[in-house]
C-alpha cells in the first residue's frame, strides 16, 4: 500500500499546500499587514481630500476619495469571498495586486491634494 505522506502528486517535492479554508501563521501575518497598511493610506486619503487644502473641500478631491472608496469595494468584496472559501487560492495573488494598485492610487491622490510638483 502506498505512504500517503510522500505522494508528490506531480510536484517537485513534497506537497504540503494548504487545502481551501485553511490558512498558515505566515499567510495570515501577511494578510493583516497588507491590509491593515491599505486600511492606513486609503483613511489618510479620505481624510486628506476634505480636509487639504483648505475647508471647504474641493469638488475634485472628494470625487477622487469616492474613486478610491469605490476600487476597495471590489477588493473587499474579493476578500470576503476568499475567506468564505468560495474563491481558488490563487486569486490571493489578484488581491495583492489589487491592494498595490489602490496604494498607488492613494499615493497619487495625495500628491495632487497636497500640490506637489
Known sequence: MDDFSTRTYGTSGLDN?????ETSARDRIINLAVGGFTSVVVL???????V???LPPRPLNVFFAVCILLACGSTIVLIFWYRQGDLEPKFRKLIYYMLVSIVLLCL???LYFHDVR
Request: aromatic share 16%; glycine share 6%.
Open 17 to 21: 499546500r494548504p487545502l481551501f479554508g
Open 44 to 50: 489618510v486619503t479620505v481624510i486628506s481630500s476634505f
Open 52 to 54: 487639504f487644502p483648505s
Open 108 to 110: 497619487c491622490a495625495n
